[in-house]
C-alpha cells in the first residue's frame, strides 16, 4: 500500500526561495519568526518538517501568506514527480 508523505527537502527548497527572494538571512528570519536558527536551518535543508505553526510564523516573518508558501511547495512536489 502507497502511503503518500510530505518531501521535507521541498518544504526547505519552498521557504528557502522565499527568505532569498527577500534577501533576509536564517538569523534574521529566525528571530523574526521566533524560532531557534538551527531549526531554520534544518528545515531549508530538509532535515525537518515545519508544524504549521512553525510555518505559519515563518510565513508572518516573511510577510507573505502561508498560502503563498504552499503554492511554492506544491511547485517543487509537482517538480520531483516528473
Same mark, same amino acid.
Given at each position: ?15 528557502a ?6 534577501? $533576509? *538571512? ?5 528571530g523574526?519568526?521566533? =524560532? ?7 528545515? !531549508?535543508?530538509? +532535515? ?9 510564523? $515563518? *510565513? ?8 503563498? =508558501?504552499i ?6 512536489? !509537482?517538480?520531483? +514527480?516528473?
Amino acid at each position: 500500500m502507497y502511503i503518500p508523505m510530505l518531501d521535507p527537502v521541498a518544504v526547505g527548497k519552498a521557504v528557502a526561495f522565499y527568505r532569498n527572494q527577500k534577501g $533576509i *538571512s536564517q538569523e534574521v528570519l529566525s528571530g523574526l519568526a521566533d =524560532i531557534g536558527r538551527s531549526h531554520l536551518s534544518a528545515i !531549508e535543508r530538509g +532535515e525537518r518538517k515545519p508544524t504549521l505553526e512553525t510555518l505559519y510564523r $515563518i *510565513s508572518r516573518a516573511l510577510d507573505i501568506k502561508m498560502s503563498t =508558501i504552499i503554492i511554492k511547495l506544491e511547485e517543487e512536489l !509537482e517538480k520531483n +514527480e516528473q
